[in-house]
């Protein structure tokens, strides 16, 4: 019975031993970092009006994930512009826009189809049977082509062809026609599409410690 005994207790003494010897599970996990690295976005809308005469952009779509679309059949509500099937998609990496038959019968312009496309942060236009004032116009042209239009009565004006430009967050956007009304009094603009990854803000400069005298007193 004294061996039993005795060869119980050591025994327990080791499991205690090997327990204590363990190292200890973590309390808690480490934590997450405090601020993501911000994800890409893409957006596109089909066409829009500013001026006096305003056109919300339609359709618009605008995703941080998967794809997402949408289709216009027709948008003739103002006399200034008209246009059937426009077609619009985006994602995280990519967006793109394409307009047909479009129509600005001021300026005598006309296109069978107008398309753009921005992915992973670069962008294209392509313009199918596009015609201004009985010119034929570039099926590819360069970014930011700039072409001088007559509008009937309102003026010598431009139209810029694929431009693309930064947003405020680092972004490309390209618009495949960008028709600017005489006067700065607003513009047209046709097939437009804005991808990728959105600048970290940058972190604010520590303060620098100005050294002075304490004011004296007495």
Same mark, same amino acid.
């Given at each position: 019975m004294r061996h039993t005994h005795l060869a119980k207790r050591l025994a327990t003494t080791g499991l205690l031993a090997a327990g204590l010897a363990a190292p200890a599970a973590?309390?808690?996990?480490?934590?997450?970092?405090?601020?993501?690295t911000p994800g890409g976005e893409g957006s596109a809308y089909g066409l829009t009006v500013t001026g006096p005469v305003a056109v919300p952009p339609v359709p618009?779509?605008?995703?941080r994930t998967g794809t997402v679309s949408k289709s216009l059949l027709r948008e003739n509500r103002t006399g200034l512009v008209s246009a059937s099937a426009l077609d619009v998609k985006a994602s995280a990496a990519r967006a793109s826009s394409t307009v047909a038959r479009?129509?600005?019968? +001021?300026? +005598?312009l006309l296109a069978s189809a107008v398309s753009a496309k921005c992915?992973?942060?670069?962008g294209s236009a392509h313009l199918a049977h596009a015609v201004l004032a009985g010119r034929r116009l570039d099926a590819s042209p360069p970014p930011n082509t700039t072409v001088p239009v007559d509008v009937d009565g309102l003026g010598r004006t431009s139209l810029v062809l694929n431009k693309q430009q930064r947003t405020a967050d680092g972004r490309l956007a390209v618009t495949a026609m960008e028709?600017?009304?005489?006067?700065? +009094?607003?513009?047209?603009?046709?097939?437009s599409a804005t991808c990728g990854?959105?600048?970290a803000p940058a972190e604010a400069p520590a303060p620098t410690p100005v050294e002075h005298d304490l004011p004296v007193t007495g």
């Open positions: 973590p309390a808690l996990a480490s934590a997450p970092a405090l601020a993501a618009a779509v605008a995703s479009l129509a600005v019968p +001021k300026a +005598k992915t992973a942060g670069r028709l600017n009304l005489p006067g700065g +009094k607003g513009a047209v603009r046709v097939a990854r959105a600048k």
